[in-house]
């Protein structure tokens, strides 16, 4: 259901600005190094709007401001114009990280006559300043609507699978995480990046999903053999399990900067794999990576990336293929999520599905790899996007440990979820984990 009211402009306003000052003050207990076991919690600072009285127009007559951020509760202040006794606003106990402040001016009869939105960035022992332009709202549609919210507590241990897991010193990193739980044990597909930029497939377990241990010294898949079609490198994909049989859905490429396709492979304990002779998807001048496998009723939807080989183009996107066997698969449409929101420039890229209650609830990423928005869907192939998104950024990494939010996949048991993915923490891509809340 849907609530709404109408606000109206009223009178001929001119713009006004808001002067923001971001200041945080930590004080320490001491210089060692234990100062940095200080939770974040406990590390605020404030948030002063400055006002200038005289430039506030004389029809404002109640300010409104408030502080969002996912993860976080939103922090709200207000002041009426006449009852202010200082030229600020001011936020207490904020935590570091970037927020959005909104600001609205209210006239007497309670309808919003200005408003103004920016992005604030809270640094430890910075001052920062920022302007917020209000403009006079015109007509206004304000909709609350009633769905999910997608809340992540990355893990304060992450990352927990990095390249120091590994003895060889030709590694870009581990990616890619897929996740599997069978009742007694977390089992994980990942791959593993070389510096000439092929890449294999690795296998761990784990008894918690937080801490993992190698089973096996050597990659479960590796490329083929010199003139098949995955000869350069494969990693991993989504894995089904169905009749005591795992299936592992992996890309495999041709050369460095050539084809890729999607294969299958067979495992019944999934650690030794059968590859199946021939690639099961195949988009000719694409390169095509599986992102995530569901099945509804008899109905396998397996989601993807691609790019165009020819980069003039700069072509990329998330496409479906369904199938009714798990083999022989029709792609049923291309760019199931168009671009249409600045933080996912340049392209919408890689994506988790599952089944939430009647709807398909999807977590994707970005090609500037900073933040993963959502989707839903009621059929699992027309997706209508989160008007909250993004929903996780770098910034919500636990101390800001990674640049970069990669490859999400999300691990259901239950009622309970938790969402696997990429970072990079010292120049090198790593796999961390957060326990997520859907409501």
């Not at 709202?137 to 507590?153: Q, R």
């Not at 048991?413 to 984990?433: C, H, P, Q």
Request: hydrophobic share 35%; charged share 15%; glycine share 8%.
């Amino acid at each position: 259901m849907i609530n709404y009211r109408q606000l109206y402009l009223r009178g001929t306003m001119k713009n006004f600005i808001l002067a923001v000052s971001v200041l945080i003050c930590i004080t320490l207990v001491s210089c060692k190094d234990e100062a940095w076991l200080t939770s974040q919690e406990n590390e605020r600072g404030k948030v002063v709007i400055s006002l200038d009285k005289t430039a506030i127009p004389q029809e404002a007559y109640l300010l409104v401001a408030s502080l969002s951020r996912a993860g976080y509760d939103s922090i709200m202040v207000n002041s009426y114009i006449s009852s202010l006794s200082t030229t600020n606003l001011t936020f207490n106990s904020v935590v570091p990280g970037t927020w959005q402040l909104k600001v609205w001016a209210f006239d007497q009869s309670g309808v919003t006559i200005y408003y103004g939105t920016t992005k604030i960035y809270v640094l430890q022992n910075v001052i920062t300043k920022s302007d917020v332009t209000l403009l006079p709202t015109g007509a206004v549609d304000i909709t609350v609507k009633w769905g999910s919210s997608f809340l992540v507590n990355d893990f304060s241990g992450n990352p927990i699978i990095t390249t120091s897991n590994f003895s060889a010193a030709n590694l870009n990193g581990v990616f890619s995480p897929f996740v599997r739980f069978d009742g007694y044990k977390y089992k994980m597909w990942y791959g593993k990046w070389y510096n000439d930029r092929s890449y294999d497939v690795e296998y761990a377990e784990s008894i918690d999903g937080l801490r993992w241990n190698k089973i096996v010294s050597s990659p479960v898949l590796e490329r083929g053999y010199s003139g098949a079609w995955d000869q350069y490198g494969v990693h991993a994909g989504p894995i089904n399990y169905e009749n005591g049989l795992y299936t592992m859905y992996y890309v495999g490429a041709t050369s460095r900067d050539g084809d890729s396709y999607i294969g299958a492979a067979d495992s019944y304990d999934g650690i030794y794999w059968v590859k199946r002779p021939s690639p099961l998807i195949k988009i000719l001048g694409k390169r095509v990576a599986p992102n995530s496998l569901i099945k509804i009723n008899s109905t396998y939807y397996l989601y993807f990336s691609y790019t165009n080989l020819n980069a003039s183009q700069n072509v990329w996107g998330i496409s479906v293929a369904t199938s009714q066997d798990g083999g022989n698969w029709t792609v049923v449409t291309e760019n199931i999520l168009p671009m249409s929101e600045s933080w996912e420039e340049p392209n919408p890229n890689g994506c988790s599905v599952i089944k939430y209650g009647s709807k398909f609830l999807l977590v994707y990423g970005s090609l500037g790899n900073l933040a993963f928005g959502t989707a839903t869907s009621t059929d699992g192939i027309s997706w209508t996007k989160s008007t909250g998104n993004p929903v996780f950024t770098k910034d919500n990494t636990y101390r800001y440990w990674s640049s970069e939010v990669r490859y999400p996949n999300i691990l259901q048991i239950g009622n309970s979820y938790k969402l696997y993915y990429t970072g990079i923490v010292n120049g090198k891509l790593a796999i961390a984990v957060g326990d997520l809340t859907i409501k």
